[in-house]
């Protein structure tokens, strides 16, 4: 396959709920679609970065930079895949969603080509996934109960609770008083720190699924003291940016739950191959979110009908993020979404929604 251009376009979608964590408030989703125009056909993608790096290092115009400056170039000639991709950058560190986003564009090209859908290029067989939402921290617990009622109201069935100090025993506690059964469990973004592993505990007392990230991103020893004290599973998040930290945290006892987003790990192929290691391993995984538009979130369902993801995704429906997104609404029923099985991510993008959300189009070639 031969790349010939690659379009990016900034777009920006309001949120229909701002959302609110412990490293900052998104009030709409400022995304970059990446279009890879090849002699095999259009191929689409998304990068997952946020507009300031508090999630990461990264952060959308850093990536749209990396993207223009030291990926793109490294793409010429007849050859290219979505396999040889991964060879062809690796000598740019780091900026993992910058690659990522390449990669699903190229993926989705050479799929579209091939009459393949993503789902069945990564071993995937479900034709539903079981989702959940994910519940930003909110001005008082009354909003918080709110916000939880409409989206129990509309079907689902696992809730993810945004907490950092300050915000977290009360918070778990009014939810879980009014749903006792509700598959609940909680995201602290790095929050916390080594002194708080008593405080962390008292989350014990609310059956949750388990706590993603509670400490800095580097900090693998205190995330298995806490899998020490705790009862409640400890899952990573933004620990896992490769295979061999992921290796590395399975056999320290640092998780026995990984969380994972495609974005975070450069890409859908790496992404299978951490699915593989957890589901050798015994250790379950789930797939994460970043607010993804319709693309990001297609190829996100491809991933999450892996065998090994047993627990459901930060994948929710449409009405959940946006009130009009670039392709057809996902509409979640019974707690769980339609795997797209067209080709490539098996959904169209939709032209005019996607040109009336557009804030620049920047054209390269390699
Ligand atoms: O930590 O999982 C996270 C969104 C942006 C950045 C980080 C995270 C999230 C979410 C949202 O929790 C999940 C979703 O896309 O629904
Ligand atoms: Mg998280």
């Known amino acids: 396959m031969r790349l010939e251009e690659l379009e990016l376009r900034r777009i920006s979608l309001p949120l229909v709920t701002p959302f609110r964590t412990s490293f900052g408030t998104q009030v709409e989703r400022d995304a970059l679609v990446v279009a ?12 997952t970065a ?35 991709f991964h060879r062809r950058v690796a000598g740019v560190v780091g900026h993992p969603m910058a690659k990522a986003a390449l990669e699903l564009a ?69 939810v879980r008083e009014r749903w006792p059964e509700l598959r609940l469990q909680v995201d602290a973004n790095t929050a916390y720190g080594p002194g708080d592993l008593d405080h962390l505990a008292g989350l014990d007392a609310f059956d949750l699924l388990l706590i993603e990230q509670p400490f800095p991103e580097d900090d693998l020893l205190t995330h298995r003291a806490l899998a020490r004290h705790i009862a409640t599973p400890v899952c990573l998040d933004e620990s896992i940016t490769s295979l061999a930290v992921t290796a590395t945290a399975i056999e320290l006892g640092a998780c026995s739950v990984v969380n994972i987003k495609p974005g975070r790990i ?74 797209p099985t067209g080709p490539g991510i098996g959904v169209d993008v939709d032209a005019e929604a996607l040109a009336a959300a557009t804030t620049s189009v920047e054209v390269l070639r390699p």
């Open 36 to 47: 890879a125009r090849t002699d095999a056909g259009v191929g689409w993608g998304e990068c």
């Open 266 to 339: 450069g890409g859908y192929l790496p992404s299978a191959a951490i699915h593989d290691l957890c589901r050798a391993a015994g250790v379950a995984v789930w797939c994460g979110g970043m607010l993804e538009t319709g693309i990001g979130r297609a190829a996100n369902l491809a991933l999450a009908s892996l065998p090994g993801f047993t627990l459901p995704g930060d994948i929710s429906g449409t009405a959940r993020y946006y009130h009009h997104d670039v392709t057809a609404p996902f509409v979640v029923e019974g707690g769980t979404l339609p795997v």
């Open 106 to 174: 190229l993926l989705d090209a050479e799929l579209r080509a091939g009459g393949t859908s993503l789902r069945d290029r990564l071993g995937g067989s479900r034709d539903r996934v079981e989702v959940g939402v994910s519940v930003g921290i909110t001005d008082t617990l009354a909003e918080l109960v709110d916000l939880v009622a409409g989206y129990v109201d509309d079907g689902y069935t696992r809730v993810k609770l945004k907490i950092e100090p300050g915000w977290d025993l009360e918070p778990v506690r009014a």
């Open 50 to 84: 946020l507009t300031w790096p508090g999630y990461s290092s990264e952060w959308i115009d850093g990536a749209q930079e990396v993207i223009r400056r030291f990926l793109v170039p490294l793409l010429g000639g007849d050859d290219l895949t979505a396999d040889r």
